[in-house]
């Protein structure tokens, strides 16, 4: 069995007993369990340096196997959920939700040339300590990467940079989670992942987003997929101002839209906007005007 796969079914192995945990997770950790903490995150800071750097790729995986298990030691000290980790922050990313109701622990690792994977775990805001371990699936999903909701801990992998919280018309609460995916040999992906939290764990995907699916062009998407050019910047985030999503349009090089890899932006911007239920789509919130004159044209917003 590949590492990679082998430590991710360590990382769902040691969450399963976490659930199991007694711990408070609400309160201030104790004095004596701070002074563990804290050794516990100058190793893990160590690890993570190797994670990164090691020169043979393969033992990268073997310092990310160390640094999960004494980040799984570390969660199971009580309270846990008040202590931020400050240092291993800036080693890793940890992502809030705006609500309170979450923390993701998230993170890569090259494991050969022009390979990548992605690792995370998600800790509920809970008295008892619930973690759940992220196994990335994004390698499998193949055709069905919009359509397919995943659960039992698969996920698609990636690095997530922002969580926007919402409630639909029937209570239920949904987040978006977006997040930059690089694995790929010639393109990049950004992707706006909802997430839902349930008894039985995390379930990613779900059919929000009104733009029709290149599988099943009848139905929304169950999570939205910009792929793009390896070598280009392309932007894709919240807008708090206007309360929407914002993300460039994209065009192939070579006219060609099956071939994702030649995506550039065009220089004018889609989003979407929440209307209770999913998220609507809006089409050139930014346009380009030409100037006359012959003056270059400029990106005017859209209201």
Not at 44 to 58: H, N, V
Not at 165 to 183: A, H
Not at 206 to 219: D, G, K
């Amino acid at each position: 069995m590949h590492l990679s796969r082998w430590f991710s079914g360590l990382i769902v192995l040691a969450v399963f007993l976490l659930l199991t945990n007694e711990a408070k997770a609400q309160g201030a950790v104790a004095p004596e369990d701070l002074k563990v903490l804290q050794q516990l995150e100058d190793s893990m800071s160590l690890e993570a340096d190797s994670m990164y750097s090691a020169f043979l790729f393969d033992t990268r995986i073997v310092y990310s196997e160390r640094f999960a298990r004494q980040l799984v030691r570390a969660l199971k000290i009580p309270n846990s959920w008040s202590y931020p980790f400050p240092r291993v922050s800036q080693k890793i990313e940890i992502l809030n939700s705006p609500d309170g109701a979450f923390r993701i622990f998230n993170w890569d690792v090259i494991p050969g040339v022009k390979q990548r994977r992605y690792y995370g775990a998600i800790q509920l805001a809970s008295e008892k300590l619930k973690l759940f371990g992220l196994v990335d699936y994004s390698s499998e999903l193949g055709k069905g990467l919009e359509d397919t909701i995943l659960t039992g801990g698969k996920w698609f992998g990636c690095l997530y940079y922002r969580i926007i919280p919402e409630t639909r018309s029937d209570g239920q609460k949904i987040y978006t989670l977006f997040g930059l995916n690089t694995n790929a040999f010639l393109s990049n992906r950004k992707v706006l992942e909802p997430l839902q939290l349930t008894e039985q764990g995390p379930v990613f995907g779900a059919p929000i987003f009104n733009v029709r699916s290149e599988a099943r062009p009848s139905e929304r998407v169950n999570r939205f997929i910009l792929e793009y050019k390896k070598q280009v910047q392309v932007g894709m985030n919240w807008d708090a101002d206007n309360e929407r999503i914002y993300f460039d349009q994209l065009v192939s090089q070579v006219n060609d839209p099956h071939r994702k890899y030649t995506y550039v932006p065009s220089g004018e911007m889609d989003g979407f906007k929440w209307n209770g239920d999913s998220w609507s789509y809006l089409q050139d919130i930014v346009k380009i005007v030409p100037r006359k004159d012959g003056e270059a044209p400029i990106n005017e917003p859209q209201q």
